[in-house]
């Protein structure tokens, strides 16, 4: 992550980690210079052995640089690609600053654009403010007008927190269906209680979403999915998930065996561990000073990726969902087990119960893709499935077993009085 104004932003969400490390760097202007870029830009490409290279620009806000800078950074990405190498560009922002020649811009470059939403205006509104503490919704909600007249790619950023977690299907069908997002990522806020942005103290702000929470809010929208948008709408744990499934790596580094493939660039050319852990413990190095390659495979950086499975609980190693799992971001390890081993994830409750949900569907869709079929097939099958239920449900008794397996009697199940069929 390339982050070429440092942590300055024209909002000031109230559950934003990286607003306070600017005190990082008392006396930075905070724009990284042209020398720089023309470095990390040069280093980065000599250090990649694969044909296709990423640029992911954030921050803070990066558009904040204006367009002046991202011309110069794709015309030196052009001067020192290889001959057959591909170069992307990401670029996370809030969207306030997102017009018709920015877009013009981002399009003509081919951006992959992150937009940061939300939900509707009240949750979105929560805590997405700007310095004066005013709402941002009308101003990110501008940006898809010019989004769309230039065909911009875009995938949606959603946070969930303690105002929109319990809104699981207002959240996910505002952004499908009035934003028209096919893709999707699902951010948990775990914010802890310090006014530093560091990674210390193990309480956290009433903004975090618990366990149980994140749980249900992924367990709701995953079941709306499965039904009715497989193939139509890609949400990224989900994918994940059905990758994990089928045996393959997740590839999201919070569910990696072992983390530190997401280095961060500041402004001035630190190189830093994590996004997460922007820190003096953390700091590798300056690329001004050693070259970017080296400070990425130094011992510090290895113990920092190793780490995550060296510490891992034993609860965790035999848990059945270690495969997709792993613990998840090492950010959020801040409990103990019943046991008494520290480093179980705050979310571990919320991830087994939505894990256990999505199993036999994952696996439908892992039996389809194994045979060379669509995923989506998995819609099929569960219409299918739920007619029969229906049919059985008609059928039941007052005093019979549900149907649906719960082991109570139908009238105090499905049966009852505004029992959902």
Avoid at 40 to 48: A, K, M, V
Avoid at 85 to 90: A, K, L, P
Avoid at 220 to 230: G, P, T
Avoid at 381 to 408: I, M, Y
Wanted: hydrophobic share 35%.
């Amino acid at each position: 992550m390339i982050k070429p104004r440092g942590p300055i932003c024209n909002l000031a969400c109230r559950y934003c980690y990286y607003l306070p490390k600017d005190r990082l760097y008392p006396e930075s202007d905070f724009r990284m210079s042209d020398e720089l870029l023309e470095r990390f830009t040069r280093q980065y490409i000599e250090s990649q052995q694969v044909p296709e290279v990423t640029f992911g620009w954030q921050g803070g806000e990066p558009l904040l640089m204006g367009r002046a800078f991202f011309e110069r950074a794709v015309a030196l990405q052009q001067t020192y690609r290889r001959p057959g190498m591909r170069i992307v560009n990401t670029l996370q922002t809030n969207g306030t600053l997102l017009d018709e020649a920015w877009c013009r811009f981002l399009r003509r470059h081919d951006f992959l654009v992150g937009l940061s939403l939300d939900g509707p205006r009240e949750l979105h509104d929560a805590y997405r403010v700007d310095k004066a503490g005013r709402p941002t919704f009308d101003r990110v909600m501008a940006a898809l007008g010019p989004m769309e007249r230039h065909n911009l790619q875009f995938n949606i950023l959603t946070t969930v927190h303690a105002a929109n977690a319990d809104h699981p299907l207002a959240v996910y069908r505002f952004l499908r269906d009035e934003v028209g997002a096919r893709f999707i990522q699902f951010i948990p806020i775990i914010q802890r209680n310090n006014e530093t942005g560091r990674q210390e103290g193990e309480t956290l702000t009433p903004r975090s979403v618990t366990a149980r929470q994140y749980g249900d809010f992924l367990t709701a929208i995953f079941d709306e999915w499965v039904r009715h948008d497989v193939g139509g709408v890609f949400v990224q744990l989900f994918d994940v998930a059905l990758a994990a499934w089928i045996d393959h790596r997740p590839r999201l580094c919070v569910f990696e065996a072992t983390c530190g493939t997401a280095l961060v660039l500041e402004h001035n050319g630190d190189l830093y561990a994590c996004d997460h852990f922007v820190e003096p413990d953390w700091r590798l190095g300056n690329i001004t000073q050693t070259p970017l390659t080296e400070l990425a495979v130094s011992a510090q950086q290895r113990a920092f990726g190793q780490a995550k499975r060296e510490t891992l609980p034993e609860r965790c190693r035999e848990c059945d969902f270690t495969f997709v799992c792993h613990g998840g971001c090492p950010k959020n390890r801040l409990r103990q087990t019943p046991q008494g081993e520290p480093g179980l994830n705050v979310l571990c409750e919320g991830y087994r119960a939505f894990f256990t949900h999505i199993d036999r569907p994952m696996q439908l869709m892992a039996g389809e893709l194994e045979a060379g079929r669509a995923p989506a097939n998995v819609m099929i099958t569960l219409a299918g499935e739920e007619e029969k239920l229906q049919r059985r449900f008609a059928r039941a008794g007052r005093n019979d077993p549900c149907p649906c397996g719960s082991g109570r009697k139908f009238k105090r199940c499905h049966g009852r009085p505004g029992g959902e069929w």
